[in-house]
């Protein structure tokens, strides 16, 4: 379904007339993950907005003094400063980062999918094709870090094991990257490309039940413990009132 896109000015604009204490997040589809967080803290009477994309939120929170509800948060996926680290301006009380690369990272975590859906045969298959695909994604990442504007990260893994058959190869100076993600691929590695992996598997003609990426992200949700219960703690400990003598005379 297409979306509206706004620009920071109308975006302010929104947020301001809505008088609401609102959490601003990235993209559209992360609402699927997200609204089990908004229903956790209804109460409040917090408003879940959805900008399209990091680079909106990072404007909006560099923007925040023109914001005029009491009480605003920010979240954010890491991507990749889950490899370089976070900057420093953005550590802040009024953002929460995700652990992994993106939200769907730590939801695949919680959700423990691979474990829980996949057969031997599949899951077999998943770490196999994780692995074909590791020079590759290091190549890359190490392209968005020097923005490098041919960086491919956004590719579809179908794409990538087809250049991967055909015989290409793709090289990497940082070994400390490729080590990390290999390490904990399910955390490290972009999100959707794990994702999309991960549908391989479970959307594959072979199998008597399939799985969508949505279906799989909803199953996460409902599944998900730490990750997600971390974030919806952030969020109801920002928001909830501030009690009468609770602060330090």
Not at 107 to 136: A, C, H, P, T
Not at 159 to 170: A, V
Not at 213 to 226: L, P, R, T
Request: negative net charge.
């Amino acid at each position: 379904m297409a979306h509206i896109e706004y620009s920071i000015d109308e975006l302010i604009g929104i947020i301001n007339k809505s008088g609401l204490n609102t959490v601003i997040t990235e993209g559209y589809d992360d609402y699927i993950a997200y609204k089990k967080v908004e229903r956790f803290v209804d109460v409040y009477g917090v408003s879940f907005m959805p900008v399209g994309g990091k680079r909106k939120v990072i404007e909006l929170y560099n923007r925040k003094n023109e914001l005029t509800p009491s009480k605003i948060l920010f979240i954010m996926d890491m991507d990749t400063w889950v490899h370089t680290g976070t900057p420093a301006e953005f550590v802040s009380d009024d953002i929460v980062l995700t652990k992994g690369y993106s939200i769907e990272n730590d939801l695949i975590e919680d959700g423990e999918v691979v474990q829980r859906l996949m057969n031997d045969n599949e899951r077999e298959k998943f770490y196999n094709e994780i692995d074909s695909i590791l020079s590759w994604y290091v190549h890359n990442v190490e392209k968005h870090i020097n923005s490098d504007f041919s960086c491919e990260l956004k590719s579809h893994p179908n794409r990538i094991l087809s250049l991967i058959e055909s015989g290409q190869t793709f090289t990497y100076n940082n070994k400390s990257i490729f080590n990390q993600v290999k390490s904990d691929p399910i955390i490290y590695m972009r999100g959707k490309t794990v994702l999309a992996l991960i549908a391989r598997q479970l959307s594959s003609s072979t199998r008597p039940v399939k799985y969508s990426k949505d279906a799989i992200i909803d199953i996460c949700s409902n599944f998900g413990v730490s990750n997600l219960k971390r974030v919806a703690e952030t969020v109801k400990e920002h928001f909830a009132p501030t009690q009468i003598g609770s602060e330090a005379a």
